[in-house]
């Protein structure tokens, strides 16, 4: 069964920058592909993908965050990360990663406030 744990969100400023990780066991992560996601205030259970990693390491991203997020991700420490860089008030959300295109079990998130 694999478990996924995410840190590093808290409050920032509109136009700062958070760093985001998800740490997974459980499984061979190098064969997983990863996507992070996130559920704005409000939306109940919709989570919308931000960002993909591959195996191979290839990238997407979607328009919203595109240019200003980076999602990479470490095999020998089983983590992927999030970059979140000239973040907007809109970006507010509780943040998951999990396995793509099938989900596992989600993780508890963790929680980004942009604030004006």
């Known amino acids: 069964q694999v478990q996924l744990v995410e840190s590093g969100g808290g409050l920032v400023q509109a136009g700062g920058s958070l760093r985001l990780s998800c740490t997974a066991s459980?499984?061979?992560?190098?064969?997983?592909?990863m996507a992070w996601y996130r559920r704005p205030p409000g939306t109940e259970n919709k989570r919308e993908s931000v960002?993909?990693?591959?195996?191979?390491?290839?990238?997407s991203y979607s328009v919203f965050v595109k240019g200003r997020f980076n999602i990479a991700r470490d095999n020998a420490k089983n983590t992927v990360y999030l970059e979140m860089n000239s973040l907007k008030l809109e970006d507010t959300a509780d943040y998951y990663c999990?396995?793509?295109?099938?989900?596992?079990?989600w993780g508890q998130g963790t929680q980004v406030t942009v604030s004006s």
């Open positions: 999990n396995n793509y295109p099938h989900a596992f079990s």
């Open positions: 960002a993909l990693i591959m195996k191979d390491g290839s990238t």
């Open positions: 459980g499984s061979i992560f190098s064969d997983m592909h």
